[in-house]
């Protein structure tokens, strides 16, 4: 009876658990589609600017998202062409070469990175910039070209992480075939481990992108503004989605630039749910590594 | 008969575990010699002592010295200045699970060759008919040479995987239990294709079964509580 | 012959390149460690370090201390984990074994989606949904608190914490549970005594990062927790973390002392998420070598 009892109990309470996250995740989106989506049309974009003018950057865009998108997209694409590489390499060099201590102690050094507060890689940005504004050059500043460095430190480590474990997730007896037949480790490396690892490095590159493209600590210290218009260059301020989100709740002056705000969220949690299904279509089992602190 | 193979004093361990400690032994070119005892006592591993496919393995040691004969010397092949790539496409094997890699049947013949730097097609398709005629597996691939080679079967795989270690024109094939995960029509092909072999290079075969033992070897070693020794209880059967 | 040279050489310049690239990645990590520290160097000439710790920021009288800050994320942290731990074990438990295969598939999919929602939605939320609520409930104020944001916060942990604890839960020895089952104990006792009691290394590992986590995070409690520099006293007060305080740097002279606090903010959000990754990362390998 009172195992019985033990029972029933347990099970109530591990439901109610799963019905709580889910709901409180439920109410999250829920709320992002039920505000926004009134929102979502082509002026949420573009605001009053015709839209084949604002795209090809004719007409500046004042009351639409699109030199935020923008912005987002380019600092991910600078971020991404840094870490990427980057990750490759240092993933590679730990699966493949790094043995015994080395390999423990890069190891080690990679989760303390992963583990640094994004704000703290947003305070090393700010902080450089003003060292380079200083001693180099005074029209350094925070700008596009730093925010993606720093969101390119962010990831690294998952970059790092994820080439790695897929490396070494190749089995042994496919990692010695080509060994075995006189190819030399490179070439084993180029001609059969890396093809052979590919769906999960490019599943760790595109949850990368969603990190990036999702961070606002990073570039709220590194450039990222609220009306800068289109990025013109790499040492200029930027507009970005997530900062523009930040910017809204707290100083909106009116209901349309509210709505706009709902309509940033929206589209920021599209693209993030999206990247992430496509990451999962190409890897149905994303692994917990993946998933590794924030 | 000559000397092919020659271990000297070898020994190997895994981190901290000894696998088999003083080695030596001879093995003589054009003999099939089978090596037989308990699993998990190294047989597979004492193969990879001879191409040195163990220094890939995390935590492998090996100490000692292989000597092969190579343009009529015998040569220490176990030093690192030998280079192993070398070393591997004189010294073929072959593994317990056939493993193709994941590309055409064509391709995994030419694969050896395309890293050696073979780029001419009819270089190319002339190695891999040689080598497919080898291995019994001509007529039945012929027509689906640009299939991917993991639709074939268990048998066709494994005769797939001799066809591309003959294709280097090894003078020396280790076979790890090459028939273990094939049945028995399949198995028997694979063992007329090592009779077959030895009449034109050396053949070391680890084997669990005592009838195949019985069919095949030219000589039987044991290898059990980490040392090798000629097995005469089994050599008894043999036909030499 | 030649081509085998061409083998080794290539292989040494490859280590080369990728070793170039690894040792950037962990100097990068060292770097911005030493980079606070000497950012934060004017505090220590003014003898002044020890006593930022424990006092109060009052920059007006010349006080830059950080206190009310460690107070709020330590107490914030704390408390998204005490909502978010119970949860979370309810979570993992349904999905491992207290729920019927569909549902707990269909649980475990939509936690790990729920890790892609950005952090900035989570606080863009809160904002507009949570902080209205509860400023109705308390009838005082503007809503924005320590109860706010930990709420929010609590919700955005969850996921990682899930996925840790499954994954903790699946990993223990199925001999294990048919062992007890064989002994005639239930789902219940099997949880109790033998799945739980298992799994501790790897449920204190989910803790740690989700702490971690919870720690370092900047927009919920940047967005809802008022950022009141005061040292918390209620879970109805507003109040400011580390990470916001760092957020809401105004200053930027090196050789102010109100600058060189928030280089010590850094270096205490540093050094506390270091010693989680490294305590996780202990953890973790002692379970490793437990595995056969």
Redesign the interface.
Known sequence: MKTAARFFLLKIWAAGSALAVLSGAGAVVGFVIWRGAPAVRLSLLFGSTPPWDAVLGRVPVFDGLWPAVVGTVAVVLLAVGFAVPMGLAAGIYLAEFA?GRTKKMLSVAFDILAGIPSIVIGLFGFSLSLALHRFVSVRIGPCLVLSGFCLGILVLPYLIRAVQSALEGVP??????????????I?NLW??LL??SLNAIATGVILAIGRCAEDTAVILLTGAVALAGMPRSLLENFEALPFYIYYVSSQYTSSEELERGFGAALLLLTLSLGLYLVALSIRRRVGRRAFYGR | MSVKIRLEKVSFRYGTRFVFQDIDADFHDHELAVIVGPSGQGKSTLLMCV?R?WE???EARMEGKVWITLDGRLRCVSDPSF????L??RV??V?Q?P?P??MTIFNNVA??HR???VRDRSTLEETVYTALMKAYLWDEVKDRLYEDARHLSGGQQQRLCIA??LS?DPEVVLLDEPTSSLDEKAARVIENLLLDLKRQLTVLVVSHSTDQVRRLADCVFRLQDGRLFLDSSLSDYLSF | ?K???D??RSERAARMILGAAVITAAVLTGAIFVYMLVLSFPLFTHGQVFRVLIQDWAPLQGRYGIRPMIGASLALSSGALALAIPASLGCAAFVTIFGRPKPAFFVRRFVQTMTSIPTVVYGFVGVFLVVPTVRDLVQAGSGRCLLSALLVLALMITPTMVLFFIDAMESVPKEYVLAASALGAGPAEKFLWVVLPCARAGLITGVLLAFGRAFGDTLISLMLAGNAAVFPSSLFHSARTLTAHIALVIAADFQSLEFASIFVCGVVLYAVNAAVALAAWSLRSRLLENRP
């Open positions: 043995r042994l007896s496919l990692r010695l075939t080509a060994l075995s037949l006189g190819a030399h480790r070439q001609h059969v093809p052979s | 191409n496919l890939e393995i995390p280079p192993s790539p070398t591997r496409r073929a094997m593994f699970m493993n890699l994941p694969f050896p890293i050696m730097g591309r270690a280097l | 012959m081509r085998q040279d083998g080794s």
